[in-house]
């Protein structure tokens, strides 16, 4: 069974940084991406960004220039570094894993970032 263990939220004021972290633990197919998706209040759940362990990576276009995804993919492991933060980054933050050989999603239970002054 696969887990995923996300850390990292929590308050922060505007301009600010944060970094989220995320490990995959368990039976994890060869090809896979690990990334973030974030759900801000009263809305859906939209894409922030991924990171494949074969290279590929996208970014959201509206975290473009202030988000940072990496990956390391001897731990199973994605980070978020989350720059110059804005009150409309205030979402729950919920890690994802995609298995390619498996067409399979998983996801975290997700963290709270909320940037407020």
């Known amino acids: 069974q696969v887990q995923l263990m996300e850390s990292g939220g929590g308050l922060v004021h505007p301009g600010e940084s944060l970094t989220l972290s995320c490990a995959a633990s368990g039976s994890i197919s060869s090809t896979y991406a690990l990334g973030w998706f974030r759900q801000p209040p009263g809305k859906e759940r939209e894409l922030v960004g991924w990171?494949?362990?074969?290279?590929?990576?996208t970014l959201a276009e509206p975290v473009k220039g202030r988000f940072t995804i990496s990956g390391d993919n001897a731990k199973k492991t994605v980070s978020l570094q989350m720059n110059v933060l804005r009150p409309d980054d205030t979402a729950t933050y919920y890690c994802?894993?995609?298995?390619?050989?498996?067409?399979?999603?998983?996801w975290g239970e997700g963290t709270l970032v909320t940037v407020s002054s």
């Open positions: 994802y894993l995609y298995q390619y050989e498996e067409g399979s999603n998983t």
């Open positions: 990171v494949s362990n074969f290279g590929s990576t």
